[in-house]
Nanobody
Framework: QLQLVESGGGLVQPGGSLRLSCAAS????????IGWFRQVPGKEREGVSC????????HYADSVKGRFAISRDNAKNTVYLQMNSLKDEDTAVYYC?????????????????WGQGTQVTVSS
């Protein structure tokens, strides 16, 4: 059974860093595009970043460009989202998602498989 599990969320002060992990089971993550999304109550889920299958091309939303970095560790079947210089407005539940077609997109309708999310809270 295909499953994605996010981890690494928590409480961090503004300007701090967190690294989120998206671990896959039941399939080989290398052959899927992976997207990171986030959602706050009352708002739509928004795309943050994505990474293509295999070749590893990436894309970032303007709001996180230069602060977040997405990467893969195929040996661990895991994708990471390194988040630096965190701001209050980065507070959200963060989700990873997988697309079997391998395309990098931050449009949520492109993704069929989703994790349960991990809470990130940026606050002093």
């Amino acid at each position: 059974q295909l499953q994605l599990v996010e981890s690494g969320g928590g409480l961090v002060q503004p300007g701090g860093s967190l690294r989120l992990s998206c671990a896959a089971s039941g399939f080989t993550l290398e052959y899927y595009a992976i997207g990171w999304f986030r959602q706050v109550p009352g708002k739509e889920r928004e795309g943050v970043s994505c990474i293509r299958s295999s070749g590893g091309g990436t894309h970032y939303a303007d709001s996180v460009k230069g602060r977040f970095a997405i990467s893969r560790d195929n040996a661990k079947n895991t994708v990471y989202l390194q988040m630096n210089s965190l701001k209050d407005e980065d507070t959200a539940v963060y989700y990873c998602a997988a697309d079997s077609l391998g395309r990098c997109s931050i449009e949520r309708y492109e993704y069929a498989y989703w994790g349960q999310g991990t809470q990130v809270t940026v606050s002093s």
